[in-house]
């Protein structure tokens, strides 16, 4: 457990990733404002075994009545123009990190209401929580837990969950169910 995702030492992990990243962030301005973020990032992307980053992020407007509640609970203290900016400085990120590491990177904008913020590198998954609170879930309680990804990726592609599968493995399902869901219901950026 880490108390603010500054402890659970996200720029190392991040470039430590041999194969995969997924990140199911929503917003990822801070990213572009944290050079030891984006240097992580590229670290990782220029892995010769890197296989893919999918990033997950939200629309900034939807008819789906969760999203303006959503954002509020993500950034409670933003304007409606400062979260634009918010928005626009993620997007720019995504593009130059997808432009820079072309084939690499898929974008995708979701429909679906996020349900926790997950990061998941190789066979880790960093997660929190959304909570309408002041502070911001990056300063909330993180967990990092380990599992077999590509088994769990394989089993949410053919939407069957083995029933031999432990208490563990079915917990950590959980995260990347989130995460194909949010992908199968989103707009796949083309960058």
């Known amino acids: ?6 402890t659970a030492s996200l720029p190392q992990v991040l470039a430590e990733a041999r194969q995969r990243i997924v990140l ?21 992307l220029a892995q010769p075994t890197f296989r893919r980053l999918q990033m997950i992020t939200v629309p900034l407007a939807s008819r789906r ?20 900016h918010e928005f626009a400085a993620s997007r720019d990120f995504i593009v130059r990190l997808a432009a820079r590491h072309e084939g690499l990177v898929e974008v995708y904008e979701t429909h679906a ?14 997660f929190g929580h959304y909570a309408h609170s002041p502070v911001p879930m990056e300063q909330g309680f993180w967990f990092s837990v380990a599992a077999p990804m590509d088994e769990l990726f394989a089993w949410a592609e053919t939407g069957v969950l083995p029933r031999d599968a432990t208490p563990r493995h079915r917990a950590a399902f959980r995260f990347v169910c989130d995460c194909r869901n949010a992908m199968r219901q989103a707009k796949r950026m083309l960058l």
């Open 1 to 6: 457990m880490y108390v603010g995702l500054h």
């Open 24 to 44: 199911h962030m929503a917003l990822y301005a801070e990213f572009g404002r944290m050079p030891a973020l984006a240097e992580a990032l590229r670290t990782a």
């Open 65 to 84: 009545g969760w999203v303006d509640e959503f954002l509020h609970a993500l950034r409670p203290d933003l304007t409606a123009v400062q979260m634009e």
């Open 113 to 126: 209401l996020p349900c926790a913020p997950c990061i998941i590198v190789d066979d880790r998954i960093l």
